[in-house]
């Protein structure tokens, strides 16, 4: 995942969290991107942020709309560029990523892409402008997988 903007302040923050839920239990990756280890109220395990290249990592707990899962929206990665290598056994997987917007909101302050597996997943995309600010929103896409990491 990457973000393009450098006019984004060190300051401002991009919630994210990335799950990758796998066909086979010991592929499957769910990280809370920039925070500590998490369970949802749904059960799920979410390690600590890890596999990661660049950015920084914040915990924070904001008030999420969308969600009964305010913490986990609430940790965040943040940065002009980083990414995650997860090793994981070929095949196809579905990526899911979590966001909210909890430092901008205006739409179009933000703006950033994401890339997996050489191709653009999300261009200028805009968190306030999809969602609203302070308010979870999440993008699913199918992955091919033949390198061993995503």
Do not use: C
């Amino acid at each position: 995942m990457s973000s393009h903007r450098s006019f984004v302040p060190i300051e401002s923050l991009e919630s994210r969290l990335l799950m990758h839920d796998g066909p086979h239990a010991e592929t499957s990756w769910l990280i809370n991107a920039g925070g500590a280890a998490y369970a949802s109220t749904l059960g799920q395990k979410f390690l600590a942020d890890q596999l990661v290249v660049g950015g920084t990592g914040k915990t924070g707990l904001f008030a999420i709309d969308k969600t009964v899962n305010d913490k986990l929206y609430s940790d965040r990665r943040f940065g002009s560029n980083f990414s995650y290598e997860l090793p994981v056994v070929n095949g196809t997987y579905s990526l899911k990523l979590y966001f909210a917007e909890t430092y901008f909101t205006t739409a179009g302050k933000r703006k950033f892409d994401v890339f997996a597996e050489g191709k653009q997943l999300l261009n200028d995309f805009d968190i306030v402008g999809s969602s609203g600010a302070f308010s979870a929103v999440t993008k699913t896409f199918a992955m091919n997988v033949i390198d061993g990491h995503l």
